[in-house]
Nanobody, 124 residues
Framework: QGPLVESGGGSVQAGGSLRLSCVTSGDTFSNYCMAWFRQAPGKAREGVAIIDSSGNARTADFVKGRFIISRDNAKNTLYLQMNSLNADDTAMYHC??????????????????WGQGTQVTVSS
């Protein structure tokens, strides 16, 4: 798998929406477990959502009902639709991937490939 490149971040008012994308190269994207993480200044990186190669997905409790993770294997692209944003969602958002060992954990240390991130800023 090639580098992961995120896009779609920006500044938005509380209650607004953004859609993040993460694109990569190579012909094995469909074999990878993909996830979104975020990190706010002074805070630890935390897992937001995870999706396996078949499209089975789950989101962290703190974004459940607001964020949706999806993937398009034909386009080598991962998405994060973020709705009803609030100031607590302000962070750098990173996509990450892993190929082996299952696809259920949002523990950052088990992910081998990371993007540089895209900044999301929500103003109240």
């Amino acid at each position: 798998q090639g580098p992961l490149v995120e896009s779609g971040g920006g500044s938005v008012q509380a209650g607004g929406s953004l859609r993040l994308s993460c694109v990569t190269s190579g012909d094995t994207f469909s074999n990878y477990c993909m996830a979104w993480f975020r990190q706010a200044p002074g805070k630890a990186r935390e897992g937001v959502a995870i999706i396996d190669s078949s499209g089975n997905a789950r989101t962290a409790d703190f974004v459940k009902g607001r964020f949706i993770i999806s993937r398009d294997n034909a386009k080598n692209t991962l998405y994060l639709q973020m709705n009803s944003l609030n100031a607590d969602d302000t962070a750098m958002y990173h996509c990450a991937s892993k190929r082996y060992g299952g696809c259920w954990s949002l523990e950052p240390s088990i992910y081998s490939n990371w993007g540089q991130g895209t900044q999301v800023t929500v103003s109240s």
